[in-house]
């Protein structure tokens, strides 16, 4: 087993799965990654085939591992194929120190090269076993994505408090105030408990495989920041809590880690990496690293590996990390492929929620253009920057809201975020549970329920069969994963128009592909709306009419037909603001309450 990324049987697997030379390639990457929604799952949260979880499935006081396990995920990978994912992101699957417990998110690693033994039935086999489930998804036509950490590492030392840091004190040294300067640190055997005196780790005779960090090429003191939480002027230098930040600027631990990454790929046969809190990183690593791992995973197959990564910002930091906007003038290498989209993140649930007005979504698409003009290079580019998602396991409250007296009353919301979301450009990715109506909020651990323990696996569900229902016409129209986007003025009257601008409004959008134009219209009211919405004129022709695709309500059984206008004099407020007179090309649509439709001719 590796110990060092020099050693001769780490050279020797990337030597076996180059893609010349001779060696086996690894399994090819997703050829357009726009056509695969992501699921994305908690390894200790979703599935133990054996076990019950250890506490309530859904306690949001338990800090500590629940029991999934690799071959949980393994069993239920049809679940998932049938869903129409066409890939999963794991949470962090290497190994994290023994002595902690509260990691079961797996963002504490000190092994870069192991699986977490807690993960496997078998902990002795976790590495096998991880392959193996990568191995059966791949058999399903599923790809797989590791979310990997390169800023910090676990809580493998402890401060030697400074005696007028009482945070420190108070915290057994395991978190320590910013400092201007490195601290004293105090490295921990397997057990936690931290050696005597403040020996730097490259003078430990014989470290732990169990403790501290690995590979061994990180083993020195001045790899690591060590000067405690932040809090000088940059936020983004500074601890983790006890997750200890890595020197990410110098040049020996880029190389380092870039290595350990490359070795994961072929260790696992991985299709994509999630990157961790890439802002956070220095010394142009996010760049330097996502050039790296995209040339080494071409030498080895994968001829369009997947890096996206979590900047939790606004577009204008985004775009600092997507695109072409990223390549030095003097350097051709290109960072990251693609962005979480927090952006869309912070506004379309509380759209979809009635909180918020639709125009909160074509501002910040509008916004986007303006600040990401160097990045994109068409209309349609943005679909391939970013990954979109509705929640997740860090903003602490899911799509779906239970009203105790009404418990199925805000229902339709959640299935109204989901059309919008796989609709809308960029690469949909839904949180595990949300096709289960998952439901928590208010801490990190009320959303990260253990799916197996509650709700599990039921195909009948209606939130599961709404999700498969949208992800199959995704899958069948290709303007809804490549096409232009327009947000569309709507009317009450026919003759005055504009983007929906007050709450529990409607939010209209068309996607356009060559001469395929599809529109989605999602009504936030919970009220019954009928809404004249401009279609394409040149892709139209008036007496036509549109059909729906997709509603998340029960349709009539002989509904009224859809029919295209020619609209005279009309006054249109566009998105960006203009003002239009005409003509133009119109239909009258009908929105049930809280009723999300997809239509096309």
């Not at 799952?41 to 859904?58: C, E, H, I, S, V």
């Not at 083993?219 to 932040?230: C, D």
């Not at 039921?458 to 949208?470: A, E, G, K, N, V």
């Not at 919970?526 to 004249?532: C, G, L």
Request: net charge negative; hydrophobic share 35%.
């Amino acid at each position: 087993m590796a110990t060092s990324i020099f050693d001769n049987d780490f050279q020797s697997l990337l030597d076996k799965v180059r893609d010349s030379g001779g060696g086996t390639p690894l399994t090819d990457s997703s050829a357009d990654w726009r056509d695969c929604p992501i699921y994305f799952l908690m390894l200790d949260r979703f599935n133990n085939r054996l076990k019950a979880p250890r506490a309530r499935f859904d306690d949001p006081n338990f800090v500590d591992f629940q029991g999934g396990t690799f071959r949980g995920v393994k069993e239920q990978l049809p679940y998932l194929k049938d869903l129409g994912v066409g890939a999963i992101w794991l949470s962090p699957a290497l190994r994290n120190l023994a002595s902690e417990t509260g990691t079961y998110h797996g963002y504490g690693i000190h092994d870069f090269l192991r699986a977490e033994p807690r993960f496997a039935e078998d902990p002795n086999r976790a590495d096998e076993e991880l392959r193996e489930l990568v191995d059966e998804a791949h058999k399903k036509g599923l790809f797989v994505i590791f979310d990997i950490v390169l800023n910090h590492i676990g809580n493998a030392f402890l401060y030697d408090c400074d005696p007028q840091d009482g945070h420190c004190r108070n915290l057994g040294g395991a978190e320590a105030s910013f400092h201007s300067n490195p601290q004293r640190v105090l490295w921990r055997d397997p057990d936690g408990v931290p050696r005597n005196g403040v020996t730097p780790i490259e003078n430990i005779g014989t470290p732990s495989r169990d403790a501290f960090v690995w590979p061994k090429e990180l083993q020195r003191n001045e790899f690591f920041r060590r000067q405690g939480g932040s809090g000088g002027s940059d936020d983004t230098v500074g601890d983790f809590a006890s997750l200890k930040q890595i020197r990410t600027d110098n040049g020996d631990v880029q190389r380092f880690l870039i290595r350990s990454y490359q070795y994961v790929i072929a260790r696992f046969d991985v299709d994509g990496f999630r990157i961790d809190t890439l802002k956070y990183l220095k010394g142009d690593l996010a760049r330097t690293f996502g050039n790296a791992i995209r040339e080494f995973a071409l030498s080895v197959g994968k001829k369009n590996f997947f890096t996206f990564g979590e900047v939790f910002d606004n577009d204008d930091k985004i775009a600092q990390f997507i695109g072409r906007s990223t390549r030095d003038k003097n350097d051709d290498s290109v960072g990251v492929d693609a962005a979480l989209d927090f952006p869309l993140r912070f506004t379309l649930p509380s759209v979809v929620k009635g909180f918020s007005a639709p125009s909160t979504v074509s501002n910040m698409y509008q916004h986007r253009k303006d600040v990401e003009q160097d990045i994109l290079s068409s209309h349609g580019d943005a679909t391939r920057f970013f990954v979109t998602f509705l929640d997740n396991h860090d903003v602490k409250e899911r799509i779906r809201f239970v009203d105790p007296a009404d418990k199925h009353r805000f229902d339709s919301q959640v299935t109204l975020g989901l059309a919008s979301l796989f609709a809308l450009q960029g690469i949909p990715c839904v949180y595990y549970g949300t096709e289960q109506g998952l439901h928590g909020g208010g801490t990190d651990e009320a959303v990260r329920e253990a799916l197996w323990g509650g709700p599990g696996f039921d195909r009948t569900s209606p939130f599961y069969i709404s999700l498969q229902q949208i992800a199959k016409l995704r899958r069948a129209e290709p303007a809804l994963r490549y096409g232009r986007q327009y947000f569309r003025s709507i009317s009450g009257d026919g003759l005055h128009f504009g983007i929906s601008g007050t709450p529990a409004g409607i939010l209209s959008f068309s996607r356009i592909l060559n001469d395929r134009e599809i529109v989605t219209l999602a009504n936030a009211s919970t009220s019954t709306q009928s809404v004249h919405v401009i279609v394409d004129q040149q892709l139209s022709t008036p007496g036509e009419t549109f059909r729906v695709l997709y509603s998340n309500q029960p349709r009539p059984a002989s509904p009224q037909p859809i029919t295209l206008r020619a609209a005279g004099t009309v006054e249109v407020q566009e998105a960006d603001g203009s003002i239009g007179r005409g003509p133009l090309h119109t239909t009258l649509i009908t929105l049930g309450a809280q009723e999300a439709q997809i239509v096309a001719r």
